[in-house]
């Protein structure tokens, strides 16, 4: 290990989404030589051990209980902001001892602690070792500023209010959701107990770190100096995937196909052959052939539709495409740009109406539909509305070549080297 090597303790619980942001950034920060101990509990129960055969990386796992919280897991998207927010919070508990044994076995070891902005034992683990913590965002929605409200939290519902007023409710909400629980477990572990959980444990002192391109979201200018927008942090390519020629022999002709998939969203059906259907249904309606990709039974399905299963390759498929419809997470609404190739989303929660407001912003999306308000027919008008547009397409790729020409990883590490060295 280089002498200035820095070692690195990285938890991370939550879904695909959320692990592939940490996975790339101990991968860059490996690559530079730097020492990563790194802790992930996938949701979607998905395999890392992998990245133990990376040299510099040591990677421990926990198994998501497979059952998870019943009924109530499902369809969330169909919840209350405040039913969504006591559901996430219960869904971690589940894992929470978990997250604080691996923080105390690595907190003496490290000199740097990572997490995201929900694991909030962590910043106070770190603050009982003294040690420097950086708190990770995937998206720049929840940042304090007096430019713009909370992304959840829109003016017109409070009307009469700043932005900064809007910010304190947010805080005043997170308070009220987990200061005292987060409190008691402080006093436990022998901590002075904070007056606001956003400022004081979301909110890191030394470094927070967003993945969001600057291109998509410009930074706002009265944001603390301890924040960076990095840019997105995309994942080193690990999967040896091509496309199959039945595909290329499928998309054959003079109009390129739509592609579909909502991720891991589907886990959150509870009418998964419904929503199928649905799909289906919505596919077999275009006046053009649809690419699904989607974990479902290989079976004949349509002349028109191909399915695609597992791991595929987004580089190598979406520039056969000419539209992706899909939920608007933070890592496909940035690839998909990346890849010039417009939007349609149907957005289910967390960050995914932020996304969809930005993609519509820079002129690269169609439009987006929420989960809750489903619909074929109306999804199917704003497929048609964007395959007219003729702005859509020479928007996405005048901001692709933005995006490829911002290295969001290189400029994480160099931020985080020149804090670290610096103090």
């Known amino acids: 290990m280089p002498e200035n090597a820095i070692k690195f303790g990285i938890l991370i619980y939550g879904s695909n989404g959320d692990i592939e942001l940490m996975v790339s950034l101990s991968q860059e920060l490996a690559r530079r030589g730097h020492e990563i101990n790194l802790f992930i509990i996938s949701i979607n129960r998905r395999d890392y051990s992998f ?63 990572v997490g995201p902005t929900y694991m909030l034992e962590v910043p106070c683990i770190a603050e009982k070792f003294n040690k420097r913590y950086i708190s990770l965002r995937p998206f720049s929605g929840l940042v304090r500023s007096a430019h713009e409200a909370p992304f959840f939290l829109p003016s017109e ?10 910010w304190d409710v947010c805080d005043a909400y997170t308070n009220r959701a987990s200061k005292r629980r987060l409190n008691k477990f402080r006093r436990e572990h022998g ?5 606001s959980i956003s400022r004081d444990l ?19 200018p009265d944001w603390s100096d301890t924040y960076h927008q990095c840019g997105f942090f995309k994942s080193p390519s690990y999967i040896n995937w091509d496309v199959p020629e039945s595909l290329l022999n499928f998309i054959q002709g003079d109009e390129k196909p739509i592609f579909i998939t909502i991720g891991t969203m589907m886990e959150y059906e509870s009418d998964r052959e419904g929503f199928k259907a ?10 053009r052939k649809v690419i699904i990709h989607a974990d479902w039974p290989e079976e004949s399905i349509d002349k028109n539709v191909y399915l695609l299963r597992g791991f595929i ?3 190598k498929l979406i520039p056969l495409c000419a539209l992706a419809v899909h939920h608007g997470g933070v890592g496909t609404a940035h690839i998909m740009t990346e890849l010039a190739c417009p939007s349609i989303i149907i957005s289910y929660g967390f960050e995914q109406p932020f996304n969809c407001r930005v993609l519509e912003m820079q002129g690269v999306s169609g439009g987006s539909i929420l989960r809750k308000e489903f619909c074929e027919e109306k999804l ?31 400029n994480a590490a160099n931020i985080i080297e020149a804090a670290y060295h610096a103090s």
């Open 380 to 410: 199917k008008a704003l497929i048609d509305k964007a395959l007219d547009n003729p702005e859509l397409k020479p928007n996405a790729e005048k901001i692709a070549l933005q995006l490829r020409g911002e290295n969001g990883l290189a």
């Open 51 to 113: 990245l133990n055969a990376i040299e510099g990386i040591n990677v421990s796992q926990h198994l998501f209980p497979e059952q998870l919280l019943g009924s109530e897991d499902v369809e969330f998207w169909s919840k209350s902001l405040q039913d969504l927010s006591d559901l996430m919070e219960r869904r971690y508990q589940l894992v929470a001892a978990e997250v604080v044994k691996k923080a105390y076995e690595y907190a003496p070891q490290c000199d740097v602690l």
């Open 191 to 195: 901590l002075n107990p904070v007056n």
């Open 313 to 315: 390759s987004y580089d």
């Open 157 to 166: 519902l409070f009307p009469g209010l700043s932005n900064l007023e809007l």
């Open 278 to 287: 649905r799909l289906l249904g919505l596919a077999h309606s275009i006046n």
């Open 202 to 220: 979301i909110e890191s002192p030394w470094l927070n770190l967003i993945a969001y391109s600057n291109y998509l979201y410009p930074a706002k």
